[in-house]
C-alpha cells in the first residue's frame, strides 16, 4: 500500500496538481492521507476539497480549515490570514462546508497517528521544538506519528526510547527514509504554502510493503495562483510570499 502524504494545502490547485503529477511518475500512490489546511490563504478552496475527495482519503481537520466553517473564531489569526479565512468561507459551498466540518482532530492508521498540529493540541500547537515534540511522543500510541502545520519538514526521532530529549534532523528530499519502529513524528512539509525558504511544494509517500516513507518537492507555476489571488482581492503579503517559501 503506498500513502500519498498531503499537508497545507491552502486552497492551491495549481501546487495539488504539480503533486498528483508527481506522485503518479514516482509509482502513484493507493490512498491520500491530508494532514489539514486544506483550505485557507489559497484561491481555489472548494475545487481542492474537491479534488482531494475524488480519491481514497483520510484526512483530519486543521485550524484553517475549521477557521472556514465557523468552528473556531479567526480572531486570534493574523489580519492577511483572517481576510484570507472570511473570504473562503463565502467560497465553500455546503457540501464542501459539511465535509469539512465532519473531518475528525486525529485518525490512527497503524503504525500512523495523523493529526495537523499535535497530539497535546490538534489544531493549534506547532510542533518545532523539544517540548512539544516530547509532548506528543509521550502521547503517540503508533510508532510513528506525522503533522503538518508549521509546513517545514522534518524528521524527529526519540532517542534511546527516551521522549523527553527528541531530536530533529533533516527529512531529505528523494531518499528513503526507513521506519524502523523506532518512534517517530514526521512532517511533510507544506504543498501550498511552503515555509521553509523554499517555493517548491513538499509531500511524502508511505510505502508499507517497503517499510519506507520519501519526500519529495516539485515545481509548479507560481504565477497563475499568484493571478487569481489578485482577481480575488486576496492581501498581497498572502500572493508575495508564495515567491519566497516563506
Ligand atoms: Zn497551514
Known amino acids: 500500500m503506498r500513502a500519498l502524504i498531503l499537508s497545507d494545502i491552502h486552497a492551491n490547485l495549481e501546487a495539488l496538481e504539480a503533486v498528483f503529477a508527481d506522485a503518479q511518475d514516482r509509482g ?34 486543521g485550524n484553517h480549515d475549521h477557521a472556514a466553517v465557523g468552528l473556531i473564531d479567526a480572531h486570534d489569526f493574523n489580519a492577511a490570514a483572517k481576510a484570507a479565512a472570511e473570504w473562503t468561507a463565502g467560497q465553500i459551498d455546503a457540501g464542501q462546508r459539511e465535509f469539512i466540518t465532519s473531518l475528525p482532530m486525529v485518525s490512527v492508521q497503524d503504525p500512523f497517528t495523523l493529526v495537523h498540529g499535535s497530539l497535546r493540541d490538534p489544531i493549534v500547537e506547532y510542533l518545532l521544538d523539544r517540548d512539544s515534540a516530547s509532548g506528543t511522543l509521550a502521547l503517540m500510541e503508533t510508532a510513528y506519528c506525522l503533522v503538518g502545520h508549521s509546513h517545514i519538514p522534518f524528521l524527529c526521532c526519540e532517542v534511546d526510547g527516551n521522549p523527553q530529549f527528541p531530536e530533529f534532523v533533516d527529512f531529505p528530499e528523494d531518499a528513503p527514509v ?47 495562483t499568484q493571478e487569481k489571488m489578485k482577481a480575488a482581492d486576496l492581501p498581497e503579503r498572502l500572493i508575495e510570499r508564495l515567491d519566497h517559501g516563506l
Open 28 to 61: 502513484g500512490f493507493d490512498v491520500i492521507w491530508c494532514l489539514g489546511d486544506t483550505v485557507g490563504y489559497g484561491p481555489d478552496p472548494g475545487a481542492c476539497v474537491d479534488r482531494i475527495r475524488e480519491f481514497d482519503l483520510v484526512a483530519v481537520a
Open 178 to 224: 526507513v521506519l524502523d519502529g523506532e518512534r517517530r513524528i514526521i512532517n511533510p512539509g507544506g504543498v501550498g504554502q511552503p515555509r521553509d525558504r523554499d517555493p517548491r511544494p513538499s509531500y511524502a509517500v508511505y510505502d508499507s510493503e517497503e517499510a519506507i516513507i520519501k519526500r519529495h518537492r516539485v515545481t509548479y507555476d507560481i504565477a497563475k
